[in-house]
T-cell receptor, first 116, second 111 residues
């Protein structure tokens, strides 16, 4: 158990709908990262928040947005869903923004999103 | 980001050592070498990292070539629980703010 929790575990929805994925980081971790894992693209970085502020963006679609709240939990909002958005969505946390020398990310169990 | 190259898959017998190679010929002086692994149906987990010297921890050892253009993750005595996809990732000390995962090596352990 990494200490990172994600809800829900599974989500099945229809095209065009909007969903919200939730992540609670490990106690004391200020950084939250979101990743998408699909069969054809592998693990892709989406976005990083540190202490409530957006720090870095990856290949995140405009239909997707995220935020980190004062209690440090984070939500990833996916709207106008398409079939291709079906994937595993992982949240990870670290104490500080990732640096090479000392930091590691702790990953949650993921949310499996199926768009029908 | 500097790129890493790993074999797509490897097999090993249970209770034998496993050597997982990674090539990173364009590594810069400030890049640390990190290894993560992803067990089936789980999120990735940190394994080990290093800069220049070889490193050991309870999970594995990391051997880094003298020119740092390659490294090897060593599992000393593989168990069935070590079957996973292993990712070699370079992380700048100035903060990449993210992990850039390649395709990794799928390790199969044969009982």
């Amino acid at each position: 158990d990494s200490g990172v929790t994600q809800t829900p575990k599974h989500l099945i929805t229809a095209t065009g709908q909007r969903v919200t994925l939730r992540c609670s980081p490990r106690s004391g971790d200020l950084s939250v990262y979101w990743y998408q894992q699909s069969l054809d693209q592998g693990l892709q970085f989406l976005i990083h928040y540190y202490n409530g502020e957006e720090r870095a963006k990856g290949n995140i679609l405009e239909r997707f947005s995220a935020q980190q709240f004062p209690d440090l939990h984070s939500e990833l909002n996916l709207s106008s869903l398409e079939l291709g958005d079906s994937a595993l969505y992982f949240c990870a946390s670290s104490v500080f923004p990732l640096g090479g020398g000392y930091n590691e990310q702790f990953f949650g169990p993921g949310t499996r999103l199926t768009v029908l | 980001d500097a790129k890493t190259t790993q074999p797509n898959s490897m097999e090993s017998n249970e209770e034998e050592p496993v050597h997982l190679p990674c090539n990173h010929s364009t590594i810069s002086g400030t890049d640390y070498i990190h290894w993560y692994r992803q067990l089936p149906s789980q999120g990735p987990e940190y394994v080990i990292h290093g800069l220049t010297s070889n490193v050991n921890n309870r999970m594995a050892s990391l051997a880094i070539a003298e020119d740092r253009k390659s490294s090897t993750l060593i599992l000393h005595r593989a168990t069935l629980r070590d079957a996973a996809v292993y990712y070699c990732i370079l992380i700048s000390n100035f903060g990449n703010e993210k992990l850039t995962f390649g395709t990794g090596t799928r390790l199969t352990i044969i009982p």
